[in-house]
């Protein structure tokens, strides 16, 4: 089944850029979306379709995809995205279509 | 305004069984795919079954395949995970979630329902 393998912790300056991969074999032929997820809270769509953000999603939040590696970017990072970020994409050569990465804590220093 | 409700989550015993509902309104709920992703305490996102808008289309993560049966009623908007031979592992936040109208991804989730397995 396929694979994506996300890096467990980000670390980031208040103000600076946040960058968090997800490596999957050809990923760029394929199409990421992203979710953060605050504690306690259920996740929340914030970029489909490797770059595409849901109406109330702030443009700080962009997102990549080409190669082996898709890429969320956080640029002006503020202490409220705290969060873990999950990249999610869909095989559809298998009956086990929904595949998550592990995920990745980002951290506001 | 889209709404999931996820109910019926709870302790129950290894072997146990247990059926989650999810309510669903703000939106047609006959016409999208659902799904259900858990959450093991401290641990990352693990989707676990589908079900496509007629039912045509069902799938489960190995993990649960032959215990666990999705199922949905489009008449109530409602969304349905049979939980059978409960495990400790199974232990986890489930969450129903809708997959996005241009599809491959959960636009909306609820809330979560809580389900612990132990003795």
């Known amino acids: ?109 | 305004e889209v709404q999931l409700v996820e109910s019926g989550g709870g302790l129950v015993q290894p072997g146990g069984s247990l059926r989650l509902s999810c309510a669903a309104s703000g939106f047609t709920f006959s016409s999208y795919n659902m799904m259900w992703v858990r959450q093991a305490p401290g641990k990352g996102l693990e989707w676990i079954s589908y079900i496509s808008a007629s039912r045509s289309f069902i799938y489960y993560a190995d993990s649960v395949k032959g215990r666990f049966t999705i199922s949905r009623d489009n008449a109530k908007n409602s969304l349905f995970l049979q939980m059978n031979s409960l495990r400790a592992e199974d232990t986890a936040v489930y969450y129903c979630a809708r997959e996005g109208p241009v599809a491959y991804y959960c636009d909306h989730w609820g809330q979560g329902s809580l389900v612990t397995v132990s003795s």
Do not use: M
């Not at chain 1, 997820?37 to 109330?56: C, E, F, M, T, W």
């Not at chain 1, 590696?69 to 095989?91: F, H, K, M, N, P």
């Open chain 1, 1 to 109: 089944s396929y694979v994506l393998a996300q890096p467990p912790s980000v670390s980031v300056a208040p103000g600076k850029t946040a960058r968090v991969t997800c490596g999957g074999n050809n990923i760029g032929s394929k199409s990421v979306h992203w979710y953060q997820q605050k504690p306690g809270q259920a996740p929340v769509l914030i970029i489909y379709y490797d770059a595409n953000r849901p109406s109330g999603i702030p443009e700080r939040f962009s997102g990549s995809n080409s190669g082996n590696t898709a890429t969320l970017t956080i640029s002006r990072v503020e202490a409220g995205d705290e969060a873990d970020y999950y990249c999610q994409v869909w095989d559809t050569t298998t009956e086990h279509p929904v595949v998550f990465g592990g995920g990745t804590q980002l951290t506001v220093l």
